[in-house]
């Protein structure tokens, strides 16, 4: 078999795939540094300057070039973010806790919660509106447009967790029970450790899904902008370089996040660790 | 059956009156996440279908019931020009991110044997995920433009010698967008299916002599099948739903079904969007109706 060969072509390939997802974005970040105010988005660089990166934070002299209304947006958009994330974790958390019991109707309770990460956003967004819209209440983003997020990303701390489950040993919680803890006790002391890295991954998903979500967000936030919102507003108008600025800060934003998710994980997981091994001994 | 169901039932209520409280726990757990999903979810789409009956005048709608939104979608160019736009693109990106993406998730799920490199390389494939999703689409532009990378970097090779135009505000360039976008949920699920085929079948099958596209065809490919599908399930339901890529890549040229919903809210059509979306949540249920025949997503997990 040549499969030497085959493994050589394959790993070519995937270099070359990598290159694919990567290449769009490294191209923004080569040309936020074009100059300004005159550079345009695209090569070749004129001069390189950091005059995009002062521009986004109004530190440059006015220019015909509007800001990006991102101040109030990002501020919006982290509070929607942390509400979804509290929320949705919570309802994910207490739905498959239920689930580990078998229970008539499972499977219908199963699909209406998943549906809600099957339907696309513009078409809850636009029923949401209509029922807004019928029953005379004001859209705003931390209303309507929080209901539609979490409706979003509950589905997926539901699954999450639901994962966890399943490769969890009940016989802990049991051996609490036959001691006569109270099963809000053995949850707080013995489950919910035990289940913790499931949880964070679950606000990680809930936080990260919710600060880029904006299909759900168009048309249920009403007027205030979050920041995707703001972002999809420069799609109509002449793009400038800010908004690939822009892109580049909000990744690393996302890669701090990242990194705390991951230390964060890491303490959990040494502490289940040490759990464990306290156990034994 | 219902005899031994009772049987059962009254069986648990004498032997331990403990766990009679159990079921109304379960329904404790559920009722939020219900709750919320009815409420949130399934009253906002039904309100859609309502509304689609809804008779549409220039400026506010009224509840009166009428077919007219519905004849007037279905006798349009536009709209049923949208309807099968969508569903072109949709097939293309489904095949094209297929395509793109099998081969990686095979060198990752099964040729990359060190567990820690082939995390690695998924992870690598996640990262841009943490980029804005319209960020994303968005960095195309500088991509595929008349003065762009691309089209840049073949001019300076001597591949051609003058840029190509079709790469950037065409079907083209949509479909290049989407494939880039959505092809990491495809390459998930299949790596993960890959990466659970048990190598003692593979290694059997070389030595009884099977050369590796044989292996391919009747091992690897019908084993990694509930990965296509599910990554299927995730492309389609994120492709069928999109109007943003195509509002940013194609310059107005490529109309979705997204896109009509998004144009007539804007203009306060709301009984015609309505009627849109009915017609995209059809069309989207079909399509996941179909896929979850194959695969059972619960057993998955």
């Given at each position: 078999m040549n499969a030497s060969g085959i493994k050589l072509g394959l790993g070519f390939y995937t270099a070359l795939f990598i290159v694919f997802l990567y290449g769009p974005l490294a191209v923004l970040a080569i040309l936020s540094f074009q100059t300004g105010p005159e550079g345009g988005p695209q090569f070749p660089i004129i001069e390189w300057s950091t005059y995009w990166y002062k521009h986004l934070f109004g530190l440059t002299p006015p220019s015909r070039i509007a800001p990006l209304p991102i101040e109030q947006a990002l501020v919006r958009s982290l509070v929607?973010?942390?509400?979804?994330?509290?929320?949705?974790?919570?309802?994910?958390?207490?739905?498959?806790?239920?689930?580990?019991?078998?229970?008539?109707?499972?499977?219908?309770?199963?699909?209406l919660i998943v549906l809600g990460m099957m339907v696309p956003g513009v078409l809850v967004g636009l029923g949401m509106a209509l029922v807004a819209n019928t029953?005379?209440?004001?859209?705003?983003?931390?209303?309507?447009?929080?209901?539609?997020?979490?409706?979003?990303?509950?589905?997926?701390?539901?699954?999450?967790?639901?994962?966890?489950?399943?490769?969890?040993?009940?016989?802990?919680?049991?051996?609490?029970?036959?001691?006569?803890v109270t099963p809000a006790r053995t949850f707080r002391k013995i489950t919910f450790p035990l289940i913790f890295p499931g949880v964070l991954s679950a606000m990680l998903f809930a936080f990260t899904l919710s600060y880029d979500e904006f299909s759900r967000t168009l048309f249920a936030s009403g007027r205030d902008l979050t920041l995707p919102?703001?972002?999809?507003?420069?799609?109509?108008?002449?793009?400038?370089?800010?908004?690939?600025?822009?892109?580049?800060?909000?990744?690393?934003?996302?890669?701090?996040?990242?990194?705390?998710?991951?230390v964060l994980m890491g303490l959990s997981v040494r502490r289940a660790k040490r759990m464990a091994i306290q156990e034994e001994a | 059956m219902t005899m031994a169901a009772t049987s059962h039932d009254t069986s648990v209520g004498t032997a331990a009156p403990s766990t009679r409280k159990?079921?109304?726990?379960?329904?404790?757990?559920?009722?939020?996440?219900?709750?919320?999903?009815?409420?949130?979810?399934?009253?906002?789409?039904?309100?859609?279908?309502?509304?689609?009956?809804?008779?549409?005048?220039?400026?506010?709608?009224?509840?009166?019931?009428?077919?007219?939104?519905?004849?007037?979608?279905?006798?349009?160019?536009?709209?049923?020009?949208?309807?099968?736009?969508?569903?072109?693109?949709?097939?293309?990106v489904l095949v094209s991110t297929l395509l793109v993406g099998y081969p990686a998730a095979l060198f990752v799920g099964l040729f990359v044997k060190n567990k820690t490199l082939s995390t690695a390389l998924l992870v690598l494939c996640v990262i841009p995920f943490w980029t804005s999703f319209l960020i994303r689409v968005l960095a195309w532009r500088p991509m595929l433009g008349k003065e762009g990378a691309i089209n840049m970097i073949l001019m300076k090779i001597g591949v051609i010698t003058q840029p190509i135009e079709v790469l950037l505000f065409s079907e083209l360039s949509v479909i290049i967008g989407m494939t880039q976008i959505y092809c990491v949920f495809m390459v998930g699920p299949i790596a993960f299916m890959l990466g659970r085929i048990d190598p003692s079948v593979i290694e059997a099958a070389?030595?009884?002599?099977a050369g590796f596209w044989r292996i391919f065809r009747t091992i690897i490919l019908p084993l990694s099948m509930p990965g296509v599908v599910v990554g299927a399930i995730f492309v389609s339901v994120m492709v069928l739903g999109e109007f943003a890529t195509s509002a940013a890549l194609s310059g107005r040229k490529v109309n979705l079904l997204g896109n009509i919903i998004v144009t007539q809210v804007g203009s306060l059509k709301w009984a015609f969007a309505a009627v849109a979306g009915v017609v995209l949540t059809i069309l989207m249920g079909a399509v996941v109706a179909a896929l979850l025949r194959v695969v059972d997503l619960r057993k998955e997990l």
């Open positions: 929607l973010a942390v509400m979804t994330m509290i929320v949705s974790t919570v309802l994910g958390v207490t739905a498959a806790q239920a689930f580990r019991r078998k229970f008539r109707g499972s499977g219908v309770v199963f699909y029953l005379g209440i004001d859209r705003h983003w931390w209303g309507t447009a929080f209901v539609l997020h979490v409706v979003y990303t509950f589905p997926f701390a539901f699954l999450v967790m639901l994962a966890i489950f399943n490769r969890f040993d009940p016989s802990v919680e049991e051996a609490a029970w036959s001691l006569g919102l703001a972002i999809y507003g420069t799609f109509s108008v002449e793009v400038h370089p800010n908004v690939f600025a822009f892109g580049v800060l909000t990744t690393l934003f996302s890669f701090a996040l990242l990194g705390t998710y991951a | 159990q079921p109304d726990r379960t329904a404790l757990l559920l009722a939020p996440g219900v709750l919320w999903m009815l409420l949130f979810l399934v009253a906002p789409i039904l309100m859609m279908v309502y509304v689609s009956f809804w008779t549409q005048t220039t400026f506010k709608i009224e509840p009166t019931l009428t077919l007219k939104s519905w004849v007037t979608f279905f006798t349009s160019d536009t709209y049923l020009g949208a309807l099968w736009t969508t569903i072109r693109i949709w097939l293309i070389q030595d009884l002599g």
